[in-house]
């Protein structure tokens, strides 16, 4: 079916389709290593690049310690993107062959 065949309603609703899709497919990811990002942003970003990890647990790691190092930007909490990405990958184990192998950290 082509657009100028749909219906207006049918045409809107496909539009607002692709529009989700396209948004869907921007990254969250920072190109720069210094960029500040709000916490639902972090968590955005490493869940993207592999690091699964929601708001409220950046959130709770704040409170209870744990976490990637964040500064105060007023009522706000914002991570640096290299220090959020700095800890995440200092969380990974070190790689193994096999799944029987000791874990000697």
Known sequence: MKVRDMTPHVAEEVGKSIDRHRRAMVSAIPADLDQRLLRSQTAAALTEIGFKIAGPTLAT?????GGPPFCKWGPRVVYRWGDALAWAEARLSKSRRSTSEADLT
């Open 61 to 65: 790691m704040a409170t209870r310690g």
